[in-house]
Structures are given as structure tokens and as C-alpha cells.
């Protein structure tokens, strides 16, 4: 564990160093590159010192590190305001699509793993919802967030508006919880029937109880705390996947923020939106490994998660 924490905190430090070492990596005289390129009208002894550039790059390091632990991510070129203050906002976006994007998604995937999942005795519910559950999960496997994002933003806000592109969270959370739902759907649907061959279904199935109840008591229940953790270990991808409905669907998150910031040569910006969506990317994914490490799955099961 402590190999585990020192090894994420290392990748961290990299990624800051790295995002750091952007505007001394532009070509000729960093300082004028960057006046030049965004346009900004700030003296260029106040740019240099905000931006680090009046210091070696390893004394700028260390004063940025000590900065970033007491919160102070510096200023915008542009707005003038802190960092903090519009990374915070848009990051309370972020996190509010993200969430109501993941109850989306699992709850889509429970409804389809759960049906669709094989029982002693299939009925026609099962038999059909299981060659929709393999389709659906091959559909979304197939098709690109860019693609199904574009698609649901035509469909719905265009074709036949039922929802505002402007002001909206369910849309997009929708397009991201779809993309991810047709593989957790089909996880779910392999744990349940992992599960009913066991011991204790055998046995609830031999003492009359319904097989709705075997599937939700003996089956759901005991494979829950694997496909949480497993759940914790996508936040990675989900938060990726965010990033990109935002530019989609122009949401006023951490994603539309970074891109913003990209265009407008806004270089701290960029630097303290790289770090930031990176660092929760990698203590989401560390949280749902921890997570993993501490339930009980039985022997020769947890190899998914190793």
C-alpha cells in the first residue's frame, strides 16, 4: 500500500513538472512567445515573475509546488482572476455531470445485467434481454463518444427538441452514462452468472425461493462489492469521457475550460487544469484499487482487478 501511494504521488509530481515545463518548452524566448501568441498586455517583468520564467526551472519547481500545496494556482492571463476561483467552478460542473453520469450508467447497467443474466430456469424476459444485452454492449463498444455525442445532440435538441443544448445536464449525462453502460452491463450480467453457480444459489434455488430473489440476494449482492470496486477503477475514463461531452455539448465544466484556455494561449490555466484532472483521474482509480484490495472476492476470482 505505502509502494502504492508513493508510486501515485511520484506519477503526480511528474505531471506537474511536466505541465510546468510547457512554456519552456515553446520555441526561441518563452516570454515573448507567449505575449506574442495570446496578446496580452501585462509588463513583461510581471509575466515572467507570475509565470516562473524570472528563475531556473527546478527553483521555479519547487516555488510552484509549495504555491500549489497552499492552493494558489496563480492568475489568468487574461481574466486576471485566481486560478483557484475559476477552476473551482468549473470543476463543481465537472463533478455534478460526472456523478449524475455515473448513476445514469449503472443504473442502466443493473437493468440490463440483471434481466439479461442466465437463471436454472430462463424465462422469455431473460431469453430476449440477453442477445439485446450482447448488441447493446457491442453498439456502444463500437461507436465513439465523438460520434454518439454529435448523433443525441442532433436527435434530441435539433430533430425533435426535447431537451435545451444550453442549459441541460441531462443529455450529456445520458450520451456518457450509454457509452459506458454497454460494457458494465455486460460485466455485471458475467458476475451474476458466476455467482448462481454457487454453492449457496444451488441451495436457495433447491429450497423453492423465486429466482428473482437468488439473483438479487445470492447473486447481486455478493458480486456488489467487486463491481463497486471495479466501478471506482473507471473513474479515470469516466472523468476522460467527461471531458470530452463537455466540448460536445459546450458544458461549462473542467473540460470546456482546459480547451478554452488551449485556444486563448491561457498557459496557467492549461497547466492547472491538466494537473488537477489528472491528480483526481489517478486518486479516483488508487480509491477503487484500494477498494478492490480490501473485499473479500473468492480464490482465483479477483484477477480483474490485480
Known amino acids: 500500500m505505502i509502494t502504492r501511494l508513493f508510486s501515485i504521488v511520484l506519477i503526480i509530481f511528474f505531471i506537474f513538472a511536466l505541465s510546468r515545463a510547457l512554456i519552456r518548452a515553446l520555441p526561441g524566448d518563452p516570454l515573448d512567445t507567449v505575449i506574442a501568441e495570446s496578446g496580452i498586455n501585462i509588463p513583461n517583468n510581471v509575466l515572467a515573475e507570475e509565470l516562473g520564467l524570472n528563475q531556473n526551472f527546478l527553483s521555479s519547481l519547487k516555488q510552484d509546488v509549495i504555491s500549489f500545496i497552499k492552493g494558489n494556482f496563480g492568475k489568468s492571463l487574461f481574466s486576471r482572476l485566481p486560478i483557484k476561483d475559476l477552476i473551482f467552478e468549473r470543476f463543481q460542473n465537472t463533478l455534478f455531470l460526472t456523478l449524475l453520469a455515473l448513476v445514469f450508467s449503472v443504473s442502466i447497467s443493473l437493468v440490463f445485467g440483471v434481466i439479461s443474466s442466465k437463471s436454472h430456469t430462463q424465462s422469455k424476459i431473460e431469453k430476449y434481454f440477453y442477445p439485446i444485452c450482447s448488441v447493446y454492449g457491442a453498439w456502444t463498444a463500437a461507436m465513439p463518444m465523438v460520434w454518439i455525442g454529435p448523433m443525441f445532440l442532433y436527435l434530441f435538441a435539433v430533430l425533435i427538441p426535447v431537451f435545451k443544448t444550453s442549459d441541460s445536464v441531462i443529455l450529456p449525462s445520458l450520451t456518457l452514462a450509454i457509452v459506458f453502460s454497454g460494457f458494465w452491463s455486460r460485466l455485471i450480467r458475467a458476475r451474476i452468472g458466476d455467482e448462481l453457480k454457487l454453492a449457496s444459489a444451488l441451495a436457495a434455488r433447491a429450497r423453492g425461493i423465486p429466482e428473482w430473489k437468488i439473483k438479487l440476494k445470492y447473486a447481486l449482492m455478493p458480486a456488489s462489492g467487486a463491481l463497486i470496486a471495479y466501478f471506482g477503477t473507471q473513474m479515470g475514463s469516466l ?25 486563448k494561449r491561457d498557459y496557467p490555466v492549461v497547466q492547472a487544469a491538466i494537473f488537477l484532472g489528472a491528480t483526481v483521474s489517478l486518486l479516483g482509480t488508487a480509491f477503487g484499487d484500494f477498494v478492490a484490495s480490501r473485499i473479500y472476492i473468492r480464490k482465483g476470482d479477483n484477477k480483474d482487478f490485480q
Open 239 to 263: 472523468l476522460a469521457g467527461t471531458f470530452i461531452t463537455e466540448i460536445i455539448f459546450n458544458w461549462p465544466g473542467l473540460g470546456s475550460l482546459l480547451v478554452e484556455s488551449i485556444l
